[in-house]
């Protein structure tokens, strides 16, 4: 037994098996940290995923690693250090009393509940990529637009629970009291954010007027694009060219916009141009053989019109409008290309061609 009597040698108010069991649990806490941070996510993937969806499981465990890795890291300092006490000639006060200890304590407590939240964020977040996978896969669109903005309701309740949470339990605030004296601070606190508000608003309008919904084509002034995302403060448009632009909601409820996806039919009008030298005959099969062109295109409906029109500066003028039976822009543009490369060949086969700006320069010779 004598050989362990250096187990009770003090070293800074600290016998040396007090050290031994601190360095056994940072030591074993190293070693569990990942097996245990495993099984408590495959628990809490019971209660919010898919234990059929494998892929989910992988996003899943993406999503908790970090989180769950520091909440268990903290209780495992807590642990290892609560084994040791700070010596007395440190002259440190109780942790009670504002100190180091209290700062410490402080500190702990915050940086633990701020990952038991941060893990809660991660699992509504998880529930709402799952849930517009889901909504993805019905017709409607309502659900598609809903969705998200559930998620980011529930995420916003989420952290302001955290924050009253942190104040009530770590900087022992009265909430109560302290939410009725932001009474008067709340009506500034509106007036400085009132944009913010205006946006909010919008949000709900948007939801509860319907102008458009994720997934239609719309066009605001001078930008068109597919409608992405919905949120709180803007809404994403992904326009043709691939870019992203973020309007503010207010913007959309007060501004006239065309809600492309609501047309049964796209409307196209263009005009050719052909060159002077074009014969009357020719010019007569050509809008014949244009309009025989639109009217039996799978794509178009009947109401399409070819006239010639107009003797231009350089070229006669022929219209060409037709309507494409799909609201979607895809179809759209194929058919326009389609009917294009169609309307190329019909014009070489009459044996015409296309005008295009020329300038006559005539030369008087005069005479000495």
Request: proline share 2%; glycine share 6%; net charge neutral.
């Amino acid at each position: 037994m004598d050989n362990l009597d250096f187990l009770n040698i003090v070293f800074l108010e600290n016998e040396v098996k007090d050290y031994l069991i601190f360095v056994l649990i940072l030591l074993f806490g190293y070693l569990l940290i990942s097996p245990i941070s495993s099984y408590l996510r495959k628990i809490i993937f019971r209660i919010v995923g898919n234990k059929n969806h494998v892929d989910g499981k992988a996003e899943f465990d993406n999503l908790l690693k970090k989180p769950l890795y520091y909440f268990l890291l903290l209780l495992i300092f807590y642990f290892a250090f609560n084994t040791l006490s700070f010596p007395e000639s440190f002259g440190l006060v109780d942790s009670s009393e504002f100190g180091v200890k209290m700062i410490l304590s402080k500190s702990f407590s915050l940086l633990l509940i701020v990952t038991i939240f941060w893990t809660i964020l991660q699992s509504v977040e998880y529930l709402g990529a799952r849930l517009k996978f889901r909504a993805e896969q019905t017709e409607s669109k309502v659900d598609d637009q809903l969705i998200p903005f559930a998620i980011e309701i529930v995420k916003v309740l989420v952290v302001i629970f955290a924050i009253v949470f942190i104040l009530a339990n770590v900087f022992d605030q009265n909430v109560t009291a302290l939410a009725a004296g932001l009474g008067v601070g709340g009506v500034a606190v509106a007036l400085a954010s009132k944009e913010s508000l205006e946006n909010l608003l919008g949000s709900f309008t948007i939801f509860l007027d319907k102008p458009f919904q994720v997934g239609d084509i719309i066009t605001l002034g001078s930008t068109t694009g597919l409608v992405e995302k919905v949120g709180f403060r803007s809404t994403r448009l992904r326009t043709f060219d691939k870019s992203i632009v973020t309007v503010p909601n207010k913007n959309l409820v007060n501004a006239e916009l065309d809600n492309l996806g609501l047309r049964p039919v796209r409307r196209v009008k263009t005009n050719i141009g052909l060159v002077y030298s074009t014969q009357v005959n020719q010019i007569k099969n050509i809008v014949n053989d244009i309009q025989k062109l639109i009217d039996d295109h799978k794509q178009t409906t009947q109401d399409g019109k070819v006239r010639f029109l107009n003797f231009g500066d350089s070229s006669l003028d022929v219209m060409v409008l037709y309507f494409v039976n799909s609201p979607d822009w895809n179809i759209l543009v194929d058919t326009q290309q389609e009917i294009n490369f169609k309307i190329i060949e019909i014009v070489k086969k009459n044996q015409s061609d296309f005008a295009y700006p020329t300038t006559s320069v005539f030369l008087e010779n005069q005479k000495s």
